[in-house]
């Protein structure tokens, strides 16, 4: 399986952003889903995830701004970002879990996309 993550750009703080991480060589329908995040000089980040079955789970810090949503139909996961901040510049990465299941450390999966970045201009 390979993960595209695609959607980042440059936007000014309270704007919005989709990304979308789509899968080939495989069906992503069982698999559990991740985006993680890595700003400059940071650790890789935990910022949502979706369960095969759709079950959510977010970072604290992003509960009420974003949200994470999966299409089995198109193979594709999206992170929808609201009111954006300065603070949520980083690449934004995509990842799968074999298992189906969904875990807020990076170990847990199986494959990743290649990143996408995201820039939010003050």
């Known amino acids: 399986v390979q993960l595209q993550a695609s959607g980042g750009g440059l936007v000014q703080a309270g704007g919005s952003l989709r990304l979308s991480c789509t899968a080939s060589?495989?069906?992503?329908?069982?698999?559990?889903m991740g985006w993680f995040r890595q700003a400059p000089g940071k650790e890789r980040e935990f910022v949502a995830a979706?369960?095969?079955?759709?079950?959510?789970s977010f970072a604290d810090s992003m509960k009420a701004r974003f949200t994470i949503s999966r299409d089995n139909t198109k193979n594709t996961m999206y992170l929808q970002m609201n009111s954006l901040k300065p603070e949520d510049t980083a690449v934004y990465y995509c990842?799968?879990?074999?298992?189906?299941?969904?875990?807020?450390?990076?170990?847990?999966?199986?494959?990743w996309g290649q990143g996408t970045l995201v820039t939010v201009s003050s």
């Open positions: 060589g495989g069906t992503l329908n069982n698999f559990g």
């Open positions: 979706i369960t095969w079955s759709g079950n959510t």
């Open positions: 990842a799968a879990s074999y298992n189906g299941r969904t875990y807020y450390g990076s170990g847990g999966y199986d494959y």
